[in-house]
């Protein structure tokens, strides 16, 4: 009845689908309890395994395209290096662990053999991609090499992350909760391309722990030496799949540590100076950061941004995007002329592909969702006036979070991406903030009593 299909070294064998709905069932019997004990102290939990199956079966729908409509890709390569690691650590334990903990050097590459399998070089010897080998690959041990139902355990893993960003968003406002989840746990690209294996899915996952951490270390003050463990793990874990990630969360993040300091000013002129003067103070920490892990940031880093967008330039005169690139106009590789592309760069990196543009279903869904997110965000314009948008800013630092994190990072991709496909992929780190930005920008009740109602629930979470 099924056919064993093979793309390089990655199979899907009827075993796999045969398992699928028993590792389903043992999920959902664990999420089921975990909701029936949460829901009664935090009604939040209604959405915990609607969300948790959408994402798990954006996985599934992930591995089915991938596997028989685009033939496999870097998400599968990611697999045959997990293998290869699962294999070694079946036969040599010990030279599993130099490989996990100490680092890829040739010296390690070579305690692999042709029983285990060779993970593929341009992947172990980048420090990002082999990253993620390096955390997916455990959860081997629990599938028997079964590509399917590591993607469905990634996900179920990954999925904290993304829950824990859905409550703290709630927390501050609990009357947008629905449209948090909209936005955090059931938007369609999310929950498609956070959902495979890919760098994606974990480091957006490990941003929601960054965000909760911070919330309950800084904000709440609550288990605080657990928290502050946590925040510098999913830190880590980002600095070193994806550096320039933590680049663009620094302003808003010492925005919101500081929050319950600046919210003891009094004086509404002094809170509006703190404002300029952090993002001073951001951007030097920024720039040295960025100098200090250049090796971390890849495109990113200050000696290769010209380069870049030298490539980027160079990659739209190319034919192997099938006219799936689109073009900003010319980059001056100088501060001024980078600068001066801002406005087309942050359109293209937060709403294009416009529908029009779209060359096939993927882009075409992608422009629907994106002729939406334009819709919604000129809405949010129109009912927010230019004062109340400052006050706003000085007031809710989750609300100045969100913005400087989401335009940061879509103004970096729109100037740094040249193809559509790329650039849809690369939209989730930012999306889900620009979009819960928004929908508080379009809030004009005060929630002030409900806030602390749900900060309250939060703690007996815990």
């Not at 959902?195 to 994606?200: P, Q, R, V």
């Not at 911070?214 to 874990?237: D, E, N, P, S």
Request: proline fraction near 3%; hydrophobic fraction near 50%; glycine fraction near 6%.
């Amino acid at each position: 009845m099924f056919e064993t299909q093979y793309f390089g070294d990655i199979y899907i064998q009827p075993w796999e689908l045969i398992s699928l709905p028993f590792y389903l069932l043992f999920i959902y019997l664990i999420s089921n309890a975990i909701q029936k004990r949460k829901i009664g102290r935090n009604p939040l939990y209604k959405f915990y395994i609607w969300g948790l199956f959408l994402k798990i079966a954006g996985g599934i729908g992930f591995v089915l395209i991938y596997m028989f409509y685009w033939h496999g890709a870097d998400t599968t390569a990611y697999f045959e290096c997990c293998m290869a690691m699962n294999n070694l650590f079946l036969s040599d334990p010990g030279s599993w662990f130099q490989n996990e903990f100490v680092g890829a050097s040739w010296e390690h590459f070579y305690l692999f053999n042709t029983h285990t399998g060779f993970p593929l070089e341009y992947m172990y010897f980048d420090r990002q991609t082999y990253m993620v080998v390096r955390l997916v690959s455990p959860l081997l041990l629990f599938t028997f090499n079964s590509y399917l139902l590591t993607t469905v355990l990634l996900d179920w893993v990954a999925y904290a992350g993304i829950w824990k960003l859905f409550l703290v968003f709630s927390a501050h406002y609990p009357k947008r909760s629905n449209m948090f989840a909209l936005a955090i746990l059931f938007f369609p690209s999310v929950v498609f391309w956070g959902s495979g294996i890919l760098k994606d899915t974990i480091t957006l996952s490990c941003t929601g722990w960054i965000l909760y951490s911070i919330y309950m270390a800084f904000i709440l003050k609550r288990k605080r030496l657990m928290y502050i463990v946590v925040l510098f793990t999913a830190l880590g874990t980002v600095l070193f799949i994806k550096s320039y990630i933590v680049v663009a969360l620094f302003p808003g993040l010492l925005m919101w540590s500081l929050s319950s300091s600046i919210d003891r000013i009094h004086n509404t002129l002094v809170k509006a100076l703190i404002i300029p003067i952090i993002l001073v103070v951001s951007l030097g920490g920024g720039m040295y950061f960025i100098s200090l892990f250049g090796d971390y940031m890849g495109k990113f880093a200050l000696d290769k941004i010209t380069t870049t967008l030298v490539v980027t330039q160079s990659d739209l005169k190319s034919d192997y995007y099938h006219g799936h690139s689109f073009d900003i106009g010319a980059i001056d590789p100088t501060p001024l002329g980078v600068l001066k592309k801002f406005p087309a760069a942050f359109i293209a990196g937060m709403f294009r592909p416009f529908i029009w543009e779209s060359g096939n279903a993927v882009m075409l869904l992608s422009g629907l969702e994106n002729t939406l997110i334009l819709v919604l965000t000129l809405i949010a314009i129109v009912r927010t006036n230019i004062v109340s948008f400052f006050k706003k800013l000085i007031r809710e630092p989750i609300l100045f979070f969100s913005l400087s994190f989401a335009i940061f990072f879509a103004f970096s991709v729109g100037l740094s991406t040249a193809n559509f496909g790329a650039l849809i992929r690369f939209k989730i780190a930012y999306l889900p903030f620009f979009l819960c930005a928004i929908f508080i920008l379009m809030k004009r009740d005060d929630e002030e009593a409900e806030r602390k109602l749900a900060a309250i629930n939060l703690n007996r979470d815990q």
